[in-house]
């Protein structure tokens, strides 16, 4: 019979009884029809020693849960299944996986199986003989949409200046972490993580390597254009000052102008007796300031909305229930 935890503390992190070499974590989102061709896949891996997986279900509409369980007891290796109460996200749900972990090395990775579980060997092996404490892969060709990848390429140029990161390093989900790494991620337990941002604050001993990147198998991909923007919110707002610090500029340069302005405005007075009233500078120059005054307060409101809700103790997750596959539950 399963073990089962109601409503267990996120920001609690889990205190693993023994140690493996490797732990994969997977949040799975409509993710019915591939987590079981993954899990399968990987169950085939023999990492030095040993390896267990630990399916977040984030809240997942279809009947991903019904299959995971059924995991539990099919499964040729350990597998812990852990379920959110609802959806809050890829990075909380790898934040909630990451707390279940008991490897000396831990490896996040989708369920879409876009990244070859054959690849895991290669990234695993790489950090722990590298003497690594992070290794991002990196696609020589991603297999994802065109304005997905422009939103890709986006976020991580923002990130080259917003983060202290190594310059040019891609950031993505299919990455490998030390238990160092892991345990100071996971102290954090504000409502918006975003892993990377982190994992920066954690370390620079990071490298990448190139994997494979293969088409989507089922449906389509989770990330809309609203979820890709959240995403960036969280980066832009959740660890730099770098928008507060340009909303200060953007005031300042105003300010410049405002002043040009104003002497433009008081020697056309004094020197030029037929001039119109001047209702068109007036207006361009009232737009102008009045929209970027309205640009700053929406970042001074986002910082202060982010603020009241992590004072008001907004969960980064709260889950329903921890079930354990027959091979962990012999481990623990």
């Keep these: 019979m399963n073990d089962t935890v109601t409503l267990f503390d996120t920001s609690a992190p889990v205190q693993p009884v ?14 019915a029809a591939t987590i079981g061709r993954l899990v399968d896949a990987l169950s085939d891996l023999n990492p030095a020693g040993g390896m267990e997986v630990v399916l977040v279900n984030d809240g997942s509409p279809d ?13 040729r290796l350990p597998l812990v299944y852990v ?25 996040t990775m989708d369920d879409d199986l876009q990244n070859p579980p054959e690849e895991v060997i290669k990234l695993y092996d790489h950090a722990r003989l590298g003497g690594w404490d992070v290794v991002y892969t990196r696609y020589a060709v991603k297999q994802h949409a065109g304005w997905r990848n422009l939103g890709s390429r986006f976020a991580n140029g923002v990130a080259d200046r917003l983060l202290d990161k190594p310059k040019g390093l891609y950031l993505s989900s299919f ?9 100071a991620v996971t102290r954090y337990s504000g409502p918006y993580p975003y892993v990377d941002g982190l994992v920066m604050q954690v370390t620079q001993r990071i490298d990448s390597i190139e994997v494979r990147h293969l088409p989507r198998m089922e449906g389509r991909s989770n990330y809309t254009l609203v979820r890709l ?32 302005g104003a002497v433009a405005t008081i020697a056309e007075a004094l020197f030029t007796r037929d001039t119109p009233s001047g209702w068109a500078s007036t207006m361009t120059v009232l737009l102008l ?42 481990r623990t």
């Design 83 to 107: 379920e959110h109460a609802r959806n809050y996200g890829e990075h909380n749900a790898v934040m909630t996986g990451l707390r279940h972990t008991r490897g000396e090395y831990v490896i």
């Design 289 to 330: 300031v009045s929209g970027v005054q309205s640009m700053i307060l929406g970042v001074l409101g986002e910082y202060v909305g982010r603020t009241f809700l992590s004072a008001n103790g907004k969960p980064q997750g709260t889950v329903r229930s921890v079930e354990r596959g027959r091979f962990a539950r012999d």
């Design 63 to 75: 009947n991903s849960a019904e299959v995971c369980r059924d995991l539990l007891e099919t499964a």
């Design 229 to 260: 923007i959240r995403l960036w919110l969280n980066l832009a707002t959740s660890f730099s000052l770098a928008p507060l610090r340009l909303a200060i500029f953007a005031g300042l340069g105003l300010s410049l102008l405002g002043a040009v």
């Design 18 to 31: 023994s140690r493996v070499g490797l732990s994969i974590v997977v949040p799975v989102y409509r993710g």
């Design 175 to 183: 990455r490998c972490m030390s238990a160092m790494v892991v345990r």
